[in-house]
């Protein structure tokens, strides 16, 4: 049976708050126009990375022992990730449908498919969900999957399937698609050195600290509190962010974009709901919460990739702002459905 109160509260105590913020920052350039939004929402990140997002990270696994059960939530929305990441790619570059789409568009919506935003949207409906101990797995998921496979497999896509190809029998010097259509062919971006790139983030320095201070038998809560006090700010902060990112003035809903969102919004968790049983020896806490991870809207991070990897940062930010939009109504269906509870 459908629990309408327990829908109503979370409208109420998690998706009201959350939508404010990010409302926030949608009407913020409207408020203040002579915001400069791109540095803002730059300065914002950067705060949040090399601040608030670390000390949080650290004040969590400082305090968690490491399980199998918290283990497995990570590989769960994995190998929910790469189905959608799959069904996405089949339908985009094996279909009609994407036919059309340049590559470094189709590129973009295969990320967004598989990746989520766990952290700043996934954060508050765990704890409404399951209380303050949930906080756990959505830190062990983001770095023992996110983080890796958005840098690795993430980055491959990106420089493999995200760079078009020069139409066949094409000449030399023939006349193409103006530069406001499709940027020329070039040889693939050049891929980072994923390691380097991960071991230059702070939160990955933070994560190992607390992890190596916890199983050494080191915790001082003292230390922990002082953490969670200053990273309280990084879900509001990035929140407000995202309402800055989502293209309010452009929200035209794509088809392909609409395609990515249920694939991410629906079949993602679906598919992790169904791998529970594998992982997980009863349904509990771990199981659910792990649902919950991967039915979580488009991640910020995929503006960034795109902007980096020269892909196309217009389809990212709409991607991100339909899925975020969605979400609040797909979040109760899989509430009423019972796959997440």
């Not at 320095?205 to 916890?214: N, V, Y």
């Not at 309010?248 to 968790?269: C, F, M, S």
């Not at 797909?330 to 509870?341: A, I, S």
Request: charged share 10%.
């Amino acid at each position: 049976m459908i629990d309408l109160a327990r829908i109503g509260a979370l409208a109420v105590e998690v998706m009201l708050p959350l939508s404010l913020l990010v409302a926030a920052g949608g009407l913020w350039p409207r408020w203040f126009p002579d915001t400069d939004v791109e540095w803002l929402r730059n300065q914002l990140s950067r705060l949040t990375m090399y601040l608030f997002y670390p000390a949080i990270l650290f004040s969590v696994a400082m305090v968690t022992p490491i399980s199998r059960e918290l283990l497995a939530v990570p590989v769960v929305t994995a190998l929910a990730a790469a189905a959608g990441g799959l069904c996405a790619w089949a339908l985009l570059y094996r279909t009609r449908f994407g036919a059309r789409l340049p590559r470094r568009t189709r590129a973009v919506l295969v990320i967004g498919a598989m990746f989520g935003n766990t952290f700043n949207i996934g954060v508050p409906v765990l704890l409404f969900l399951h209380g303050e101990g949930a906080l756990r797995y959505a830190v062990f998921n983001d770095m023992l999957m996110v983080m890796p496979l958005v840098w690795s497999l993430g980055v491959w896509i990106c420089t493999r399937l995200g760079v078009d190809e020069p139409a066949a029998g094409a000449a030399p010097g023939a006349a193409g698609p103006s530069r406001s259509e499709a940027r020329p062919a070039t040889a693939p971006a050049a891929r980072p050195n994923v390691f380097t790139v991960m071991m230059s983030m702070p939160p990955i320095w933070a994560f190992i600290a607390g992890a190596t201070l916890q199983q050494a038998g080191l915790v001082y809560e003292p230390v922990v509190d002082a953490a969670r006090m200053i990273g309280q700010p990084t879900i509001p902060v990035m929140l407000f962010v995202l309402g800055l990112t989502i293209p309010w003035h452009a929200l035209t809903p794509k088809r392909e974009v609409l395609a990515a969102t249920a694939i991410k919004l629906l079949l993602v968790p679906i598919v992790a709901w169904a791998l529970g049983p594998l992982f997980f020896e009863a349904p509990g806490d771990a199981q659910y919460s792990a649902t919950v991870l991967a039915a979580v809207p488009g991640m910020l991070t995929l503006l960034m990739l795109a902007d980096r990897f020269e892909l196309d940062a217009p389809e990212a930010a709409l991607f991100i702002g339909w899925s975020t939009i969605v979400f609040w109504l797909t979040l109760p269906v899989l509430l009423g459905l019972g796959l997440v509870r």
